[in-house]
C-alpha cells in the first residue's frame, strides 16, 4: 500500500496527466494507493483539476513552500510507504513501482529516482553550487550519493516522522531527509531515472534557493555529524598555521617573520579551540541521538487508515492546532497561524 504525495502550485498544464499516469501505472501493478495533491497556494485551476481527477486534495491558502506541503501530505497519509513526485511532468512517473518494491520488498529505507540527461545537467552555472553541495554530503556522510535532491522517491512514512524538525519547509526537503536517513544509519538505494523539461514556469530562485540550501546542509550536518565538519576546520587551520611557519623560517626579514609567525601561532591556537568546541559539540549529538532514537509512542503509531489528530513530532504539536476535519493546522510563532484544510478533498484514489 503506497500514499503518492504530490505538491503543486499553478500546475494546471500538467496536474491532470500526472495523476492519471501514476494511477495507471500503480492499478496495472496491483499496488493499493491514495494520491494526495497539496494545492500550495495556486491562483489558477490546478486545485480544482486535481480533485476532478478523484485526488484527495489539500489547500494552502498561499504558498508554504515546496516541503511543508509534503509535510502536511505526509502527515495526512494512511500507509506506510510514502512516495513523492513533482507535478510538473519532469519525472518519469512510470518508474514509481519499481521504487516502490525496492523499499516494500528489498528492504531499503528509501528509494530514489537518480535522474540522468541533458535536462538534468542543466545550465553551466548550476554546476557547481551542485558539486559543492554534494561534496559536503558525501564528505558528511561517507557515502556515494547518486542524486541528493531528486523529488522522485519512495520511503516509509516512520522517517520523516521520527526527524521531522530537522527537514526542510523548503526546496530543500529532499535534500535534508537524504542526509537525516544516511546520517542515522537507515538504508538508501538509488535507480537511474530519466529526466524531463518541465511543463510550465519553474518556481525556483537558483541564486536565493542555492545560498539557503548551503545553510540548510551545514545546519543539518552540524545537528547529526558536528564532528566532520569541525574537523575540516582543523584541518585548514592545521595546514595555515604549517605554511605560514615555513614562511617565518625561509621570508628574510624580521618583520615579515614575525608576522607568519605570529600567524602560525594563532592558527594552532584556533586549531585547539575548535577541536574542544567540535568535541563538545559531538557529546550533544550522542545524547540526542539516544532520544531521537527511542521508540515512537503510541500517538506516532496509530493505524496508517486513521489520519493523526495532531503532527507526530513533539517539536511540531507544540505549535499546532487541528482542524474540524482533523488535519494539523501548523503555526509558528512568528508566522501565525497558516491553516492547511481538505478544501474541495474529493475521494482517495485506491485500488486493490
Known amino acids: 500500500m503506497l500514499s503518492v504525495i504530490i505538491p503543486a502550485r499553478n500546475e494546471e498544464q500538467a496536474i491532470r496527466p500526472t495523476i492519471e499516469t501514476i494511477r495507471q501505472v500503480l492499478q496495472r501493478d496491483g499496488i493499493a494507493h491514495e494520491i494526495i495533491v497539496i494545492n500550495d497556494g495556486s491562483t489558477d485551476r490546478t486545485g480544482e483539476l486535481a480533485v476532478a481527477c478523484g485526488a484527495t486534495v489539500l489547500h494552502h491558502p498561499t504558498a508554504g513552500g515546496y516541503g511543508r506541503s509534503l509535510k502536511d501530505g505526509i502527515v495526512r497519509a494512511r500507509y506506510d510507504l510514502i512516495a513523492i513526485t513533482d507535478a510538473d511532468g519532469t519525472y518519469p512517473s512510470h518508474r514509481l513501482p519499481e521504487l516502490y518494491r525496492l523499499v516494500a520488498e528489498g528492504g531499503y529505507d528509501m528509494a530514489v529516482g537518480a535522474r ?102 551545514v545546519e543539518n550536518i552540524l545537528y547529526y555529524n558536528p564532528l566532520k565538519l569541525f574537523l575540516l576546520m582543523v584541518n585548514v587551520l592545521l595546514l595555515s598555521a604549517v605554511l605560514a611557519a615555513l614562511g617565518c623560517l625561509l621570508l628574510p626579514g624580521n618583520r615579515a617573520s614575525m608576522l607568519c609567525g605570529a600567524l ?32 515512537l509512542s503510541r500517538a506516532d503509531q496509530r493505524p496508517a487508515d486513521s489520519p ?35 478544501g474541495l478533498g474529493g475521494p482517495s484514489a485506491e485500488s486493490s
Open 116 to 217: 540522468t540527461g541533458r535536462e538534468y545537467r542543466g545550465s553551466f552555472l548550476k554546476m557547481p553550487a551542485r558539486r559543492v553541495f554534494l561534496w559536503l554530503s558525501e564528505y558528511a556522510t561517507g557515502q556515494r550519493i547518486a542524486d541528493i535532491n531528486s523529488g522522485l522517491r519512495v520511503f516509509r512514512k516512520e522517517l520523516p516522522l521520527r526527524y521531522m524538525h530537522t527537514i526542510s519547509d523548503g526546496f530543500s526537503f529532499t535534500t535534508t531527509i537524504t542526509l537525516a536517513a544516511l546520517l542515522n544509519g537507515y538504508f538508501v538505494c538509488y535507480l537511474p531515472i530519466e529526466y524531463y523539461k518541465r511543463v510550465g514556469r519553474s518556481h525556483v530562485r537558483y541564486f536565493k534557493d542555492s545560498l539557503r540550501c548551503l545553510q540548510i546542509i
Open 264 to 295: 602560525a601561532a594563532s592558527c594552532f591556537a584556533a586549531a585547539f579551540v575548535v577541536s574542544a568546541v567540535g568535541l563538545h559539540a559531538d557529546l550533544s549529538r550522542m545524547v540526542r541521538s539516544a532520544r531521537d532514537r527511542a521508540p
Open 308 to 342: 493523526p489528530a495532531r503532527p507526530p513530532v513533539p517539536a511540531l504539536a507544540a505549535h499546532a492546532e487541528v482542524s474540524t476535519y482533523g488535519v494539523p493546522l501548523y503555526r509558528t510563532p512568528s508566522a501565525g497561524t497558516s491553516p492547511v484544510g481538505p
